[in-house]
Nanobody
Framework: VQLQASGGGLVQAGGSLRLSCAASGRDASTYVMGWFRQAPGKEREFVAAIRWGGGRTSYADSVKGRFTISRDNAKNTVYLQMNSLKPEDTAAYYC???????????????????WGQGTLVTVSS
């Protein structure tokens, strides 16, 4: 499975960005897809995740109500709509795939099997 993330950029606080993650490869459409982020000097942290079937989602408390994860099954693409962005959202954002097809999307990075390259999001104050 290959994951290609895009959509990062520079935005002012309060603004919005939409990240995309295109997945390719056998069985990719059955995987749980997640977004993580890593700010300079900090550990990678969970942001959001979604199952392909059923669309069940999980969110970090820090982004609930501001970020929305969604997917387009026909395009094998997962999106992260980020609204009301804050300077503390500045980080490299990574998409990941969990091939276990678990019912509840996991928030643990170690349980994801495939990772895309990061896309940088910078929020200015």
């Amino acid at each position: 499975v290959q994951l290609q993330a895009s959509g990062g950029g520079l935005v002012q606080a309060g603004g919005s960005l939409r990240l995309s993650c295109a997945a390719s490869g056998r069985d990719a459409s059955t995987y749980v897809m997640g977004w993580f982020r890593q700010a300079p000097g900090k550990e990678r942290e969970f942001v959001a995740a979604i199952r392909w079937g059923g669309g069940r989602t999980s969110y970090a408390d820090s982004v609930k109500g501001r970020f929305t994860i969604s997917r387009d099954n026909a395009k094998n693409t997962v999106y992260l709509q980020m609204n009301s962005l804050k300077p503390e959202d500045t980080a490299a954002y990574y998409c990941a795939a969990d091939r276990s097809s678990r019912v509840v999307p996991t928030t643990y990075a170690a349980e994801y099997d495939y990772w895309g390259q990061g896309t940088l999001v910078t929020v200015s104050s």
